[in-house]
Each structure stands twice: as C-alpha cells, then as structure tokens.
C-alpha cells in the first residue's frame, strides 16, 4: 500500500478511535480489557473472523457499489487459495461417509454484455452438512480440501457440481469472538451457505455466497452478508436415488 494512503487511512482511524474514548469516557480498566481481548484474539487466530463479521461487509459496500456484474457479498475468512482442480464431473472432494443431503448445483457464466464466458473458473467452498457446519482447512478432524474445489464452465459457460447441502454454521462460543457476540447479546449463527469465487480473464473476479430459501438465519446472519438476490431455492429432486436437491444460480461478470 503507498505510504501516503496509509497515512491517510491511520490518521482517520486513530482520530476516530480517539473520539470513541472521549465520547464514552472510556477509563484504564477498559482500556486494558480491550488490550487483553484484542491479545487473545490473535492467540486465537480469531482476527480475520473478527475484522469479517464487524467490518467486511462495508468494504464490500464501498468496492462494489457501482457493479454491474452480479450481486457480490463477503469473501469470509475461510477461503484457502489452491483448492483442487476437478475433472468433469465434477464433484466437490468429500469423505465416504460425508453427512448431508445431496446437492446438484448448476448454472452459467457469462458477461454483463450477456454472451456465455466458457472457461471461466469457480472456486468453491463450504461447511459439512452435519450442524454446526464446519471448515476443512479450519476445523479440526476433517481431511484437507475437504468441500473445496475448483472447476471450469464448459464452451457455453455451463458448469455443474454435485456436493452437498451445507449447515448453518455457528461461531464458536468459546473463543474472544463468540464471547463478544454473546456480551453484545447478537446471534452467533450464519444461515447456511455456498462460497464462491468466479474468475475470467479481462473480467473482475467476482466473490460471492448464496444463501437458501427459508432459512431461519437470513434477517440475523452473524456476517451480514444476506442481499436480495442471493438467496436461492432448494428443490428437492423427486423419484431419483438417492434423493437431494438442486439448485441453480447465473453468475455474470463485468469486464475488468
Ligand atoms: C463464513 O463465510 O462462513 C463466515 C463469514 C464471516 C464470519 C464467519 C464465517
Ligand atoms: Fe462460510
């Protein structure tokens, strides 16, 4: 980052954080719980899920208020770069054993000038279908890459995946964060969702998620990150074995 916008951006903060003290009259003690707290969230690793639940969703207002691509919404801080490239079929990596409902997830890629973009990549990760949802490469006990995968849409844009449902996902309670959440008597829950990151060359990587119709967490999810549009219907497939859902989904990129 230049120099001079660091600047610009810590100045503004510490005055801001200064105001703050003035404002509430804020004392030692509190002073020194809020060192001791911002000490074990980093003991924690708990930062970034701290800065995505409180912060990233205004950083992902100011970046893409003028897009015309579609609807973007945080990236979170479980995204692991270098997720495996499948092969058509594709199938997101899972255990023998992997709970949860099936899903087939489809669409397409294409331009904002609407012409289908073949050979755009999705990147896309998710928790396990067993609640509360969890993370490979994050949680404890879960092989890596696990519900992580990246594929290509075909020569008319069109990709397919087949995973499975993902769970709502909870913070954890006993860490900093989930502490905090409590203390501010907020929800610590996310509504159940799907990652994506979808990119193509002379066009803006879009990040988005997509959230599933009628789920309970959508009007309080813990990262804010629930828009019109991105929720999407769950449709149940009838008469196949084994049964699951599908669900679609028409990603559209603006040039870069
Ligand atoms: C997530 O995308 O799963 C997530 C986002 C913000 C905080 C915690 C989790
Ligand atoms: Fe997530």
Redesign the pocket.
């Given at each position: 980052m230049a120099q001079e916008r660091v600047r610009e951006v810590v100045e503004a903060l510490v005055e801001n954080l200064r105001g703050v003290i003035r404002d509430k009259k804020v004392n030692y003690d509190e002073f020194h719980a809020a060192i001791q707290f911002l000490v074990r969230l980093g003991d924690a690793k708990e930062i970034p899920?701290l800065l995505?639940?409180l912060l990233?969703a205004t950083v992902d207002d100011v970046t893409h208020a003028q897009t015309k691509g579609s609807t973007t919404t945080?990236q979170?801080?479980?995204h692991i770069p270098g997720a495996p490239m499948l092969q058509a079929p594709y199938k997101l990596p899972r255990r023998a054993d992997e709970p949860g409902d099936l899903l087939v997830f489809s669409g397409t890629v294409h331009g904002t000038d609407g012409r289908p973009l073949p050979g755009a990549e999705l990147d896309m990760w998710q928790?396990t279908g067993d609640l509360p949802g969890k993370?490979s490469n994050v949680h404890p006990g879960l092989p890596d890459y696990n519900l992580r995968g990246r594929f290509v849409t075909d020569d008319q844009g069109q990709f397919s995946v087949e995973t499975v449902v993902p769970a709502q996902?909870e913070?954890r309670k006993n860490g900093p964060t989930g502490e905090l959440f409590e203390l501010l008597g907020r929800s610590a829950w996310?509504p159940a969702?799907l990652?994506f990151k979808v990119s193509h060359p002379d066009h803006r990587t879009l990040s988005t998620?997509l959230f599933f119709n009628d789920d309970q967490y959508l009007a309080s999810d813990?990262?804010n990150?629930v828009k019109p549009g991105l929720v999407i219907p769950l449709v149940k497939t009838e008469g196949e074995d084994p049964p699951g859902f599908r669900a679609t989904y028409d990603f559209v990129l603006e040039p870069s």
């Open positions: 899920l995505a639940v990233e945080i979170g801080p479980f928790a993370y996902y913070i996310r969702h990652h998620q813990a990262g990150a």
